[in-house]
């Protein structure tokens, strides 16, 4: 009787640790293709909408992109500043470009520059801090090679990681899914 006892209080204390930690969050999931998004999450005692702009829209393969996006808390109107963005783009199951961008001021620029490059890469300054990529002085951050080379819809997941301060990790990432549309 007793074995049943520290196992039932060993995973009692395991889901009590993990809950004092995580506040509620819940983030909605759209699925569609718009040229700007404006998605809600609660967040503690915040409503915070995500912006996701494409310029153009539909983007126009093998052409200059910008994907623009930023966090604003509803209840204040203010910009969300100091937010790491994980971003994962994809096209028919295929992961083109997944990595850590940080924005100290929250709005992200990312340019799309196409190449004859075979391979995807972010230019921009590596912040040890957060481990991602923030961008130029100018505020963009320059992704070079094929991406959005090709029509069709592509599949993008932005997950939050970071939020108001450098060192503030969420719990659990607010994650919001996107489709973009490329044309030829």
């Known amino acids: 009787m007793s074995h049943y006892f520290t196992l039932y209080l060993s ?6 640790t993990f809950s004092i930690g995580i506040h509620h969050l819940n983030a909605q999931i759209y699925h569609g293709v718009l040229p ?10 915040r409503n915070i909408s995500i912006n996701f702009i494409t310029e153009p829209n ?12 930023s966090l604003i ?10 937010v790491t963005y994980r971003i994962t783009i994809s096209k ?9 961008f940080h924005s100290h001021t929250g709005s992200l620029v990312i340019s799309s520059e196409n190449n ?27 992704i070079t090679g094929p991406l959005f080379l090709d029509a ?6 932005i997950e939050i990681i ?21 044309k030829k």
């Not at 995973?11 to 009590?16: D, G, M």
């Not at 028919?92 to 850590?100: A, G, Y």
């Open 11 to 16: 995973a009692f204390l395991i889901i009590f």
């Open 162 to 182: 970071t939020i108001d301060n450098d060192k503030t990790v969420l719990p659990i990432p607010l994650q919001f899914h996107f489709d973009i549309k490329v």
């Open 73 to 82: 808390n509803m209840k204040s109107g203010e910009k969300i500043q100091h």
């Open 116 to 142: 004859n490059s075979s391979s995807i890469t972010a230019e921009g300054n590596f912040d040890p801090l957060t481990n991602a990529i923030v961008p130029d002085p100018s505020g963009i951050i320059v």
């Open 152 to 157: 069709g819809i592509y599949k993008a997941t």
């Open 92 to 100: 028919d199951n295929q992961t083109e470009l997944s990595e850590f």
């Open 58 to 69: 539909p983007i126009v393969s093998g052409h200059h992109s910008e994907l623009k996006m």
């Open 36 to 45: 700007h998004f404006q998605l809600i999450t609660i967040l503690e005692d």
